[in-house]
């Protein structure tokens, strides 16, 4: 994993038995919004509260350890519990049309880029952008501190990202009074561009695809039927850099019981609309089409074959012992959840992903999984948009008052 330290990002490696407790921001904006940040602090707090009560035993909390717990808030992060940002940066750099960088992005012909393809050499703030959503969607001071950002980020639009989105955690962290500088860690594209042909992720894709039952049985975790089979377990990117997952149409064919090959096509596809304004939709340009042989997905190999795989396959890589979304039930899918449980149990009935556990260390049980409610997810205090960003909101009170509730999610409901 990393973080930032006074600007500077510094790799961390963990040893030992810990608890990780995953939470998560976007590569699809640079600027930090409402929704992110609300995500951070309910991760923080729920990390915190639980390194606390595990030392001091459970107990319904009183003034003194309301007082403890606000000192440990804000310290460094420390403890068996250990709080982290899964950031995939396999999505498209604009899929919800807040990014100010957007015309840029598609002038530059990187839209349908996964975000880490993207190269920022060509990307700059769109001033029309900035004008129409000032104080809903962006603000001018983010707009400086992106613009900024850019001249140091030595062409990784990752690098960008969470450059801006650090600088923001420190000083939301000051205003909030909770250290909410969490360790992050980006997959799965730069896992896979890391790992050799016998990494884990290498490992989860090759065996899904190993034969019509593999392929069938992750359909099944998906709730997806065979018969048209145009759902692409992993999506291979285009050797024009495409691999948007929205912009990618595909086929899987198979010669008996063996995966003969898929195919792929990449057309221009709206992605989604900000919740400012419905006609300004993000847009994927892309135009490709191809087939990849199966032995290419059977035998895997990132850097012959490049592609994206399905979150609910590449996260049994995560090492997430729970997990905090985001406004299951209005915002987020409650099938993704579902697809993710799924997986899990059927690699560990050895259905799907077979010698994970004693080959790669991998625990097979469900994490526990949180959910910030949807009646207490903040919002821009006048517009009402979750995407707002964080500075175009005058007075962080306002948000801090509404407090936020975290319930617990059956991974069988």
């Known amino acids: 994993m990393f973080h ?13 038995d810990r608890f990780f407790l995953r939470g998560s921001v976007e590569y699809t904006n640079p600027q930090l919004t409402v929704e992110e940040i609300q995500g951070i602090i309910g991760t923080r707090l729920l990390e915190v509260c639980g390194n606390y009560f595990d030392k001091c035993g459970l107990h319904t909390p009183d003034a003194s350890d309301i007082s403890q717990l606000s000192e440990l808030l804000k310290k460094p992060k420390d403890g068996y519990i250990v709080a982290f940002l899964l950031n995939t940066d396999d999505v498209e750099p604009d899929r919800y049309s807040i990014n100010p960088l957007k015309q840029s992005i598609v002038d530059s012909g990187q839209s349908a880029f996964p975000s880490a393809y993207l190269k920022t050499d060509k990307l700059k703030i769109d001033e029309a952008y900035v004008k129409k959503y000032d104080g809903s969607l962006i603000s001018k001071t983010e707009a400086q501190l992106i613009t900024d950002c850019l001249k140091t980020a030595n062409g990784s639009y990752l690098d960008l990202v969470d450059s801006v989105k650090y600088k923001q955690m420190e000083q939301y962290s000051e205003i909030f009074g909770i250290n909410l500088s ?56 285009s050797k024009k850099g495409y691999g948007s997952k929205r912009a990618a149409r595909g086929k899987v064919h198979f010669e008996g019981n063996k995966l003969l090959d898929v195919t792929v096509k990449y057309k221009t596809t709206k992605l989604y609309p900000n919740a400012m304004d419905p006609e300004d939709v993000a847009v994927a340009v892309a135009e490709d089409s191809f087939t990849v042989p199966g032995e290419k997905l059977v035998d895997y190999s990132f850097q012959e074959t490049p592609s994206s795989p399905q979150f609910f396959l590449y996260s049994i890589g995560s090492p997430e012992d729970a997990a905090v979304w985001h406004a299951v039930g209005s915002f987020a899918s409650p099938q993704l959840l579902q697809s993710c449980s799924s997986a899990r149990i059927a690699c560990r009935e050895g259905k799907l992903i077979k ?31 979750i995407d707002a960003s964080m500075g175009s909101i005058d007075d962080m009170s306002d948000l801090a008052h509404r407090g936020m509730k975290l319930e617990h999610l059956s991974a069988f409901k």
């Open 4 to 16: 930032y330290v006074n600007g500077q990002k510094v790799n961390v490696q963990f040893n030992g």
């Open 182 to 237: 969490l360790y992050a860690l980006r997959m799965p594209l730069s896992t896979l561009q890391a790992e050799n042909q016998d990494g884990l992720v290498h490992h989860i894709i090759a065996e899904s695809h190993h034969d019509y039952k593999a392929i069938e049985e992750a359909y099944t975790c998906m709730g997806r039927s065979m018969t048209k089979r145009t759902t692409l377990l992993t999506v291979p990117h």
């Open 355 to 385: 010698n994970l556990s004693e080959e790669y260390n991998i625990r097979l049980d469900v994490p526990l999984q949180f959910n910030l409610a949807p009646e207490g997810e903040w919002s821009h205090p006048i517009h009402r948009n």
